[in-house]
């Protein structure tokens, strides 16, 4: 498959020969595995902090649930292993662990498995994403009009779902891998293939690391399937879809979070609130992840441009700011959905910030667009036209 071309050329000889060692689906763990194969011990998963690291670590911890919190800053801290250390954490704070008679050596395992199959080298979705939108979502269960509600299976599963729902993301998306012909596509028939991925990987990491073998088959099967629809619902093309039920169900009044059902639509929402948080954060940590994203997409660009493919909405660097994309993304994606959270949350504390963060951060954009805009008249578009195109790309094209 043309796909194979992109893979790094230190392990293209190795694809052939050791078919046997690798993952059926993985793009990550195989390269774990060569390196093992090849007499290559690997850096361990956790080091020994300097003390003072370890304090500043730990104080962090315990303002995990304010939404001004620095997920780069607690990457730092603890070495490359936020994800890791923060659902520990989580699951100890929710009292996760007592409730499942939970081990914390296959805990550890399992947790340790998930954080190396995100791909350090992606800009945006790496494990760092994933961490970031794991305290988001813990920020988002606790919101009053959902946290009386939710069992101590809801909040298990939104957690890991966050933790997980971009596991083994191999910095392209769905478009790219169905054009370049990747076996991914073709096995979920290029019907929301990363996502489909991303819930099989974590299905085969929990069975591996047999967390979860103390409870019955019926409540696996139960978690590994609610899972899967928790994740299934971050696929951008499915934004509509949900957003018109979401609507419907405030209009209505008509959500009774009583209802099983009803409360793992919430988690869907609030999965998908957590992972387009980025606008709504302050503009420090806004603005390091609309770098990121952008830098991820243009990277998918570059290699559309080397292979001769036509270059996908929004991943060309010549044409497709920064600013623009990022007021795109936020007039056509995010305020939509977080307004539709904000009705349903009522005016909380943490709602209007996010509103407030986001409104700020969009007008930051644009001003950047309009200084811009008056250096280079003749380069970029008015822009309330650019505006329109940035929307209809992202619509076109899926921006995560």
Not at 7 to 13: P, V
Not at 256 to 279: E, G, V, W, Y
Not at 319 to 341: C, T
Request: charged share 25%; with cysteine; aromatic share 8%.
């Amino acid at each position: 498959f043309l796909f194979d071309k992109f893979a790094d050329t230190a392990h293209s000889g190795e694809i052939g020969t050791k078919k046997k060692v690798k993952r059926l689906l993985s793009f990550q763990r195989y390269f774990h595995a060569s390196r093992l194969l090849r007499g290559i011990v690997p850096q361990a998963s956790l080091h020994l902090l300097d003390e003072d690291y370890l304090g500043q670590a730990r104080h962090m911890l315990s303002k995990v649930g304010m939404w001004n919190f620095d997920i780069f800053l607690f990457d730092r801290l603890t070495n490359g292993n936020s994800l890791v250390t923060l659902l520990c954490h989580l699951f100890n704070v929710h009292g996760l662990i007592h409730h499942f008679q939970l081990d914390m050596v296959k805990l550890h395992r399992f947790l340790v498995m998930v954080q190396e199959d995100y791909h350090n080298q992606n800009p945006y979705h790496n494990a760092v994403h994933a961490a970031d939108v794991t305290q988001a979502m813990h920020c988002y269960l606790k919101e009053p009009k959902l946290a009386s509600y939710l069992t101590p299976l809801d909040i298990m599963l939104g957690l890991l779902a966050a933790a997980a729902h971009d596991v083994d993301h191999p910095g392209v998306n769905q478009p790219f891998l169905i054009k370049t012909k990747h076996h991914l596509a073709s096995l979920y028939q290029n019907t929301s293939v990363l996502e489909n991925h991303h819930w099989r990987s974590t299905v085969g990491m929990l069975r591996e690391s047999r967390l979860l073998a103390h409870l019955s088959k019926e409540i696996t099967q139960d978690i590994e399937q609610q899972l899967g629809s928790l994740i299934l619902s971050t696929d951008i093309n499915r934004q509509d879809e949900f957003l018109d039920r979401f609507r419907a169900h405030l209009a209505n009044e008509d959500l009774s979070l009583t209802d099983a059902d009803h409360r793992h639509f919430m988690l869907q929402i609030a999965l998908k609130c957590a992972d387009i948080c980025n606008p709504c954060r302050v503009w420090e940590l806004s603005k390091q992840w609309s770098e990121r994203v952008c830098e991820e997409f243009y990277r998918q660009g570059d290699l559309e441009r080397k292979f001769g493919l036509e270059i996908s909405p929004l991943c060309n660097q010549q044409k497709d700011s920064i600013p623009n994309i990022q007021v795109g993304f936020i007039n056509y994606i995010a305020e939509p959905l977080f307004l539709e959270w904000s009705r349903f949350t009522g005016q909380t504390p943490l709602s209007e910030k996010m509103l407030s963060h986001l409104r700020k951060n969009r007008a930051k954009w644009r001003g950047l667009i309009h200084k811009h805009c008056s250096k280079d008249n003749d380069h970029l578009l008015p822009v309330t036209d650019q505006e329109g195109k940035e929307d209809q790309k992202i619509s076109e094209g899926g921006a995560l």
